[in-house]
């Protein structure tokens, strides 16, 4: 047997069934006609998001990172949550302003722009997070060509790193933002050039469980950003401290208490230096909004036996959920929390089971030597942590098969 991840505390059953939202998988099921299925439940992002209001200082906003999760009615509810939108692309850039939020609060990082993607996010008036001097001069032609004031912020490739953090985004080369040794001279650059100068986005990493960690990383982001103004010798209206809050996702694991990390937060604000006084700060937070929200549902189609180990065939598979398969963003696979969704809290069978999605490829593993109770032809597997990086970020045209469903609710 190996261990699985911790199923988040927002769950429970009632008469052998997992309760999402207080509503019966199976039902759920039947309401959206089909497996494999992705719910999502809101009353969690409603949790995670007043949790994040009670810790931290009232005058930090949040943001959500869009690309953790942009299915459109889940967006439609976030706008109407958090103060602002973090965009990835033209297209997540769309779905954000059809979502309902104001562009005023919509920034647009990533590498790789296109010209026609700085041409939305001009026209749309959102802020452009530029990710390297060609960029800058880019946006500027376009917004001159278009008789425009451009809202360009720089992104700060930071000259350190958020340790312990699952996917590291700064320290070292890195093909996002501008070095810090040199984001102070392109400010000046686009303030000189007639730009709206937004000010610094400063995104160290993500994933990452320790508050410790946490805490110095923001304390450094928030001395780099008054280093790189003094510089300038201007206060950036905004300073985006990036985020990093992770969630359990494996054995040993241990869910992050944010309330410590506010409090530093709220300490390093309040003795912030003067040149970032007038200041506003946000966070930008994808994975630990949405990620405990989602479970995806996958019926079991065959349950076989080969040289005495049970594999326990479903009808999902990385196509749809990548990460819960290893390979997304971890070195080593290990397992995502996993029920048996019609037999939730029996007690598990002698043997271990191995989940395996219907591609055909060794790598499609969503359980391996799990205990389960014991599984037959029919039942429903919920494997849990699927709000985040799932349905969006899963090769859902490998094979052919159809694209998942999707089922908001709470
Ligand atoms: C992906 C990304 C995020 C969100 O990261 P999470 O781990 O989902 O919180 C935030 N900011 C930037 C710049 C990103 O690229």
Redesign the pocket.
């Known amino acids: 047997m190996k261990p699985m991840g911790p199923i988040p505390p927002f769950f429970t059953g009632e008469g052998g069934m997992l309760l999402i939202g207080g509503c019966g998988a199976a039902s759920l099921v039947e309401e959206a006609g089909d497996t494999p299925l992705f719910v999502y439940d809101m009353g969690v992002v409603q949790r995670q998001v007043q949790d994040w209001r009670d810790a931290m200082p009232s005058m930090l906003s949040l943001?959500y990172?869009v690309?953790?999760n942009p299915y459109p009615p889940l967006l439609q509810r976030m706008a109407g949550m958090v103060d602002g939108f973090?965009v990835?692309s033209g297209g997540e850039l769309g779905r954000a302003l059809e979502a309902g939020m104001d562009p005023a609060h919509v920034s647009f990082?990533?590498p790789g722009k296109r010209d026609d993607e700085l041409i939305a996010a001009i026209d749309s008036g959102v802020t452009i997070?530029l990710e390297s001097e060609g960029e800058a001069r880019r946006a500027i032609t376009i917004a001159r060509q278009r008789g425009r004031t451009p809202r360009l912020a720089v992104?700060v490739n930071p000259d350190f790193d958020l340790k312990g953090s699952?996917?590291r985004?700064g320290g070292g080369a890195k093909p996002?933002g501008v070095d810090a040794d040199r984001a102070a001279a392109l400010a000046r650059w686009l303030i000189d050039a007639g730009a709206d100068w937004r000010g610094w986005?400063i995104?160290a990493g993500?994933?990452a469980l320790d508050a410790a960690a946490l805490i110095e990383t923001q304390a450094a982001t928030l001395a780099l950003a008054a280093r790189l103004s003094d510089a300038v010798g201007a206060t950036p209206p905004l300073v985006?401290l990036?985020?990093?809050?992770?969630i359990p996702h494996f054995p040993g694991d241990v869910r992050l208490d944010i309330r410590p990390i506010g409090e530093a937060l709220a300490r390093v604000l309040e003795a912030r230096a003067d040149i970032l006084a007038g200041s506003a700060f946000a966070m930008?937070?994808?994975?630990?909004?949405?990620?405990e929200c989602g479970v995806y549902l996958t019926r079991v189609v065959d349950v076989k036996v080969s040289q005495g180990e049970t594999f326990v065939v479903v009808d999902g598979g990385l196509h749809h959920q990548l990460a819960a398969s290893g390979n997304f963003g971890t070195v080593v696979r290990r397992n995502y929390p996993i029920a048996v969704a019609n037999r939730y809290g029996e007690s598990p069978a002698e043997q271990p089971v191995t989940v395996v999605g219907c591609l055909c490829t060794p790598m499609d593993k969503l359980g391996d030597k799990v205990a389960l109770p014991t599984v037959e032809e029919g039942d429903l597997i919920a494997l849990f942590l699927a709000g985040?990086?799932g349905a969006s970020a899963s090769p859902a045209a490998f094979l052919g098969h159809p694209n998942p469903l999707e089922l908001l609710i709470g």
């Open positions: 943001h990172a690309k953790a973090d990835a990082a990533g997070n992104r699952g996917m985004m996002f986005h995104f993500s994933q985006n990036g985020g990093g809050f992770g930008e937070l994808g994975r630990w909004l949405v990620g985040a990086y």
